[in-house]
């Protein structure tokens, strides 16, 4: 069974950093594409970073392009989301999820993890 975990969330203050991570287990996770998606109150969950198998391909929302990087590490079964210059538009709920290829809708990811809330006060 796949588990994709979600850690690194938090409350911070405007201008500043999080680097949220998501461990996964239960498939060859170096096979898969992996994303970061988040949802805020009220509002429908929208995409955010995309990143291959290998890392050879990213893709990132216009809203966080030049302020996040999402990496991963497939020795560890990881993905990162390093988030800069935060700002109060950033709070959410951020979901990783894993897809059989390099996607940027929801829809195309079929794991998710249970989230992590990030907090960004002004």
């Known amino acids: 069974q796949v588990q994709l975990v979600e850690s690194g969330g938090g409350l911070v203050q405007a201008g500043g950093s999080l680097r949220l991570s998501c461990a996964a ?15 805020a109150p009220g509002k429908e969950r929208e995409f955010v970073a995309a990143i291959t198998w290998n890392g050879g391909r990213l893709h990132y929302a ?14 560890k079964n ?6 800069n210059s935060l700002n109060p538009d950033d ?23 249970q989230g992590t809330q990030v907090t960004v006060s002004s």
């Open 62 to 75: 216009h809203s966080v392009n030049g302020r996040f990087t999402i990496s991963r590490d497939n020795a």
């Open 91 to 113: 709070t959410a709920v951020y979901y990783c999820a894993t897809a059989n290829s390099f996607a940027t809708r929801q829809y195309d990811y079929d794991y998710w993890g």
């Open 78 to 83: 990881t993905v990162y989301l390093q988030m």
């Open 25 to 39: 287990s239960g498939r060859t996770f170096n096979n898969y594409a992996m994303a970061w998606f988040r949802q």
